[in-house]
């Protein structure tokens, strides 16, 4: 698996380090990732809504990280996520990222997160691609 610079710096954000997720590569335009539901993630007695928004988000971002230019970041325009299951402390989620459309300002993207082969949650997310700062 190969990082580039922008990935390196998405996965040390503190929060995304926090949040325990581990960048599995790319496969045939999609981002695979996984974490583990720590104990600091959880509540209620599962892992928080919270978290997997962030984690969501986090997933787009690499996703279409290849196919931005140097000068260009993408900013988070639009999140809509379904929670469809509960998540017990201590499992493991993978996540699934992919690029539905890329256009010069904006890209829409798809995540799905399974837990032992059940989808436990998706987003629809659409960034803005603006320049880097």
């Known amino acids: 698996m ?10 040390a954000v503190p ?5 325990g997720l581990t ?6 335009g999609v981002a695979f990732a996984h ?3 720590a104990p600091e993630l959880v509540a209620f007695s599962v892992l928080h ?15 279409l990280s290849p196919l931005l230019a140097d000068d260009q970041h993408a900013a988070t325009h639009d999140l809509h ?14 996540l699934a990222a992919r690029v539905l459309r890329h256009g010069r300002t904006l890209a829409f993207l798809d ?18 691609i603006v320049a880097n700062r």
Do not use: C
């Open 49 to 63: 809504g919270g978290a997997m928004y962030a984690v969501f988000d986090v997933m787009g971002l690499l996703a």
């Open 35 to 37: 974490f583990v539901v």
């Open 81 to 94: 996520s379904q929670m469809m299951r509960t998540t017990a402390p201590g499992a493991t989620v993978h």
């Open 2 to 11: 190969t990082l580039n610079a922008r990935d390196e710096r998405v996965l």
């Open 111 to 128: 995540v799905q997160a399974e837990v032992d082969g059940k989808v436990v949650a998706t987003a629809h997310i659409t960034k803005s």
């Open 23 to 28: 960048f599995d590569g790319r496969e045939g």
């Open 15 to 19: 929060l995304n380090r926090h949040l």
